[in-house]
């Protein structure tokens, strides 16, 4: 998620403008990544970009349901 330009309240605020109530909302993180953070990143700051995307929602997935 780190180059999303949509906040999640973002969504939340189109689901309930759109009538729909939020059943279940989950993030799966990501885990250890290599090439996270682009190759000039990597190149110059691997243990860092591995770092900073570490434990860090890789999406975010939501249930609805219509009210």
Do not use: K, N
């Amino acid at each position: 998620m780190p180059a999303t330009r949509y906040f999640p309240s973002d969504y939340v605020q189109a689901a309930v403008a759109a009538g729909l109530e939020i059943v279940t909302c989950l993030e799966p993180r990501w885990g250890i990544v290599e090439g996270g953070g682009g190759p000039l990143a990597q190149h110059w700051c691997t243990a860092a970009c591995s770092a900073a995307y570490r434990d860090t929602p890789a999406a975010i997935v939501w249930s609805f349901r219509v009210r």
